[in-house]
């Protein structure tokens, strides 16, 4: 769209305000227009902390101070206890994997 007035830019212009705006307002903006997208994207990095991260900080500090056991990763555990969840390091289960038949 061409800019053909003075007028027309002075409407333009504030749009270059919402760039300097802090990071934290972007994510504050984006909770009030759309809660369920931020509360399930709350819910993904939780599970990412949970999952992946706080075993393997324990691990680190439990390697470095000589202690027993490692902590288990909540998949391995997942596999070990609950019969719907697949092993993937055990190769398919199919005679052939499915599309290449």
């Known amino acids: 769209m061409a800019v053909s007035t003075s007028e027309s830019v002075a409407r333009a212009a ?7 705006q802090p990071w934290y307002h972007s ?7 759309k809660p369920l ?8 990095i939780m599970l990412l ?18 202690m027993g056991q490692p902590v288990p990763y ?11 969840v697949y092993a993937y390091d055990q190769g398919c289960a199919l005679r052939a994997p499915p599309g290449t038949e």
């Open 14 to 20: 504030p749009t270059s305000l919402v760039a300097a």
């Open 49 to 66: 902390i949970v999952g992946d991260l706080v075993p393997e900080v324990l691990n680190k500090a439990s390697r470095t101070a000589g």
């Open 27 to 33: 994510i504050v903006r984006f909770a009030r227009r």
């Open 37 to 44: 997208g931020a509360f399930c994207g709350l819910v993904v």
């Open 74 to 84: 909540v998949a391995d555990v997942m596999r070990d206890s609950l019969p719907f």
